[in-house]
Nanobody
């Protein structure tokens, strides 16, 4: 599975952003999809994940209530929307795929999100 993340950019505090992840190669299903981020000087951290059916979603406390993860299996895509962005949300965002929401075997390249006025 090859993953391509996009949608990053410069956003003002309080703004919103939608990140997309396009999957290609081996079948998209039944992989769980996830988003991670890595801020400068920090370790990569979990942001959100969704099961292949979309029936279960989980979020990091840092984005809970501000983020929505979704997927479209027909289009082999996943998305992450984050509202009320804060400077602490600044990071490279990565999408990942794996057999479950706790096991990740495939990673895309990062897309940079910068939250700044």
């Amino acid at each position: 599975v090859q993953l391509q993340a996009s949608g990053g950019g410069l956003v003002q505090p309080g703004g919103s952003l939608r990140l997309s992840c396009a999957a290609s190669g081996r079948t998209f299903r039944p992989y769980a999809m996830g988003w991670f981020r890595q801020a400068p000087g920090k370790e990569r951290e979990f942001v959100a994940a969704i099961t292949w059916s979309g029936g279960s979603k989980t979020y990091a406390d840092s984005v809970k209530g501000r983020a929505t993860i979704s997927r479209d299996n027909a289009k082999n895509t996943a998305a992450l929307e984050i509202n009320s962005l804060k400077p602490d949300d600044t990071a490279d965002y990565y999408c990942a795929a794996g057999p479950s929401i706790t096991t990740w075997g495939y990673w895309g390249q990062g897309t940079l999100v910068t939250v700044s006025s």
